[in-house]
């Protein structure tokens, strides 16, 4: 796949706020991105300094080997899907589809074949005529996806497009999402708050933060191998925990010794102070006294699929967050024990922006 | 019961607004110029109103003046509006306190500060002064109802034309404009309202020779009123009342066009 849109070291700052610092991101043709990240994080002026309608302080964009910087939106051969839809409240939904392409003076008869394309596509077919304020938010969602791709841009920028819906019309539009992309052929940047969203859809996910980009990689490689403690707790529960290494590949965590995959090779030497990852799904509940540790349930809760709770290790020091399909009782005493490859080790943060990061969380 | 405590009441209150009106109308077409006495229906009131040159100026006066001060202030309005819209948040509110000063000042403090401007200046009174006093009172209305119009999401609405491939231009003629078009007409409409209404800073700007409708009357009354103005007034109270059954009957339409394609 070839490089479609890179970002060199983008700065941006609003009055004295700094909101970018320095952004360095590639996508290539074909693929969905998703800028993923908490409100602020500057993951939405990412998104607008690519569609035009911010300049970056600093750095450079390129769109298919061409500098793009200083072009301004209404020339840029991509297209945006606005967090709020954006329609034009006084035009039809067809009126609405066709404005791309009236700006561009195609034939009347190419307009009409393609708005009644685009409403197949997004399964709105026979709306032309009905005025914006009569459609519904998921279906204004589509419209808005339609006067989109009518004009056929390389890449669709996409603002938190399923952030107004209810929760299952959201999963609903999610598969709808993918197969458009897959239909249409096009890079997708996709932009979100919501971590689930953006490991079900993405080839590829960008963790932002405070204007930093904090992991990039594919939705596996993301959660299973998070970074930073950061990226760790925003993409699903975790377990995050101070650690120190004892010996080649051993980790001491409240006092008990666990062999884990990491050491010198990776960066971990023996008594480097760490910060451990450990999925609460990867936590097997064993019969008190024959697994690592040992502690006690002190809360539980039905989420569903299975069960979470809370379990406090036997000095009291630490909760343990476990999900199990099994049923325990509270109060229940229990033993404890984890695979080595699913304890992640990561390095504490050290310059003065990991630890502000830090703060933030 | 409480239902006929409620209709009389309605009735009463009805007949404290309608009656003068009512009054005003039937006397329009009494015969005699008694204020009081019946003699009898006649038009000739209407007859002396329409071969009166002084009365048939006035009222050119009042609408024409009424129309171009309203147009002026509402296109200058208008694009004080897109101005101010550029500014920081801070500058804005204190033009915007500026603006809301002329419509809390007192007419006869407006009236007299033009008029001693007008002399200052030693611009001569009379139909110009006269228009351009009404266009500086109208445009901060025009403001007031146009610049709400203008926000967050004709922001959005812009951009999203612009990320469509239009100009600059096209997006504002074609997305912005349309969604301030509300706002646009209730300035005009209430800019034209308010010259027409006005009499205290028309008195103070006019010169001499040169009636409105409202000075017109205000000189009848000191010499004696005759009923040619019940007259006027009737037409203009009849006018204004087709216009509102129109506007309403018209909008009626329009909702029920939209409740039926829905």
Known sequence: MSELIRLEHIVKSFDDTMVLNGIDLSIAENEFVTLLGPSGCGKTTTLRII??????????????????????????????VFQNYALFPHMTVGENIAFGMRVKHKSEQYIKDKIKYALKLVNLDGFQNR???????????????????VNEPRVLLLDEPLGALDLKLRQEMQYELVRLKKELGITFLYITHDQEEALTM???VVVMNNGYIQQQGTPEEIYDEPVNAFVADFIGDSNILDGQMTAEKVVRIDGVDYPCIDGTEQ????????????????????PYGQGQWNGTIISKLFIGVHYEMLVQSEDGKIEWLLQNYDQHDVGEKIGMKVDPENIQIMHKPKSEAESAIELDI | MKKTIGRIYILIIMLFLYLPILTLIVL?????KSMSVWTGFSLHWYEELFQSRLMMGAIVNTFSIAILAALIATVVGTLAVLGMAAMKPRQENVLMAFNNIPMLNADIVTGIALMLFFLMVSWPRGYMSILFAHTTFCIPYVILSVRPRLNKNTDRLFEAALDLGASEKYAFRKIVLPELKPGIMSGFLLSFTMSVDDFIITYFTRGAGINTISTLIYSEVKIGIRPSLFALSTIIFVTALVVLIIVNVRQNRLDK???RSA
């Open chain 1, 51 to 80: 569609g035009g309608f911010e300049k970056p302080d600093e750095g450079r964009v390129w769109f298919d080997g061409k500098d793009i910087t200083d072009l301004p939106a209404n020339q840029r051969h991509l297209n945006t």
């Open chain 1, 131 to 149: 005025r914006i304020d009569q459609m519904s938010g998921g279906q204004q969602q589509r419209i808005a996806m339609a006067r989109a791709i």
């Open chain 1, 202 to 204: 993405s080839d590829k």
């Open chain 1, 267 to 286: 960066g971990f030497p023996p008594r480097l102070m760490v910060d451990v990852v450990i999925r609460p799904e990867d936590i097997d509940i064993v």
């Open chain 2, 28 to 32: 329009s077409f009494n015969d005699a």
């Open chain 2, 257 to 259: 066009e939209m409740a």
